[in-house]
């Protein structure tokens, strides 16, 4: 009868351990669920970037309950973000939040998940809007997504009079691909739409004659090459 109930109880701690490691997929408190496994990460080829924001010079949460959307913490690097509607729009998350997605600069990205909710009440959704203090000569990013693989995802880029100058998309993949635009006077830039609804962007990289404010505490500013 002990070892049958010996039996019992190890088996539930199996279970319940499984869960405590299940307990955060995609940005939301999950127990039960199984994290995707990452797939291995795929070599991009990138242009010299004048400017990168790569999101990683600031502790993240693993969860959007306790973050907030992105809006003007990168403005002296010359961007802003905002979301579709005022409490909307992607949140810097640290991967602990288990999107099973490679190729990212470890640990943030900024994540989207329409079916969670953030500390504002707002909802982590796109499409996600790009503001430049400067016009600037391109745009880029890393994007990915497990659960909303195969969704496209596009890139518009619009000029100071709104009018659209560029667009890119990819078909999204868990491991990371460049979306990116190139064109003269690009003002804003717009990516995604309320579909996919879950996916991450990293390494932000626009070209500007904008001078960003060296040794910033809470940016990073890298070169990257092709």
């Known amino acids: 009868m002990k070892t049958l109930l010996g039996i ?32 291995p990460p795929v070599e991009i080829d990138r242009t010299l970037t004048f400017v990168m924001i790569d999101f990683d010079d600031a502790e993240a949460p693993c969860v959007f309950a306790s973050a907030v959307p992105l809006r003007d913490e990168y ?58 203090t400067d016009v600037v000569s391109s745009c880029s990013v890393l994007v990915a997504s497990n659960s909303g693989q195969g969704y496209t995802l596009s890139m518009d880029a619009y000029d100071m009079n709104e009018e659209l100058i560029a667009s890119d998309s990819v078909v999204l993949t868990p491991a990371a691909q460049l ?14 739409s309320v579909q996919p609804c879950v996916w991450i962007m990293d390494d932000l990289g626009f070209d500007t004659g904008f001078t960003p404010v060296e040794n910033a505490s809470w940016a990073t500013i890298k070169a990257l090459y092709k």
């Open 8 to 39: 019992l109880v190890a088996a539930l701690l199996v279970v319940f351990a499984g869960v405590a490691e299940a307990g955060i997929v995609e940005g939301m408190y999950s127990p039960g669920e199984t994290p995707a496994v990452p797939p």
């Open 75 to 132: 403005l002296a690097m010359g961007v802003s973000f905002s979301g579709p509607f005022p409490t909307d729009g992607g949140a810097v998350l640290d991967e602990c939040g288990n999107f099973g997605v490679s190729g990212h600069s470890s640990p943030n990205f900024v994540a989207f998940n329409c079916n969670s909710s953030m500390s504002n009440g707002g909802t982590p959704q796109g499409p996600e809007t790009l503001t430049f």
């Open 179 to 192: 979306l990116g635009v190139d064109a003269t006077g690009i003002k804003t830039v717009i990516i995604g």
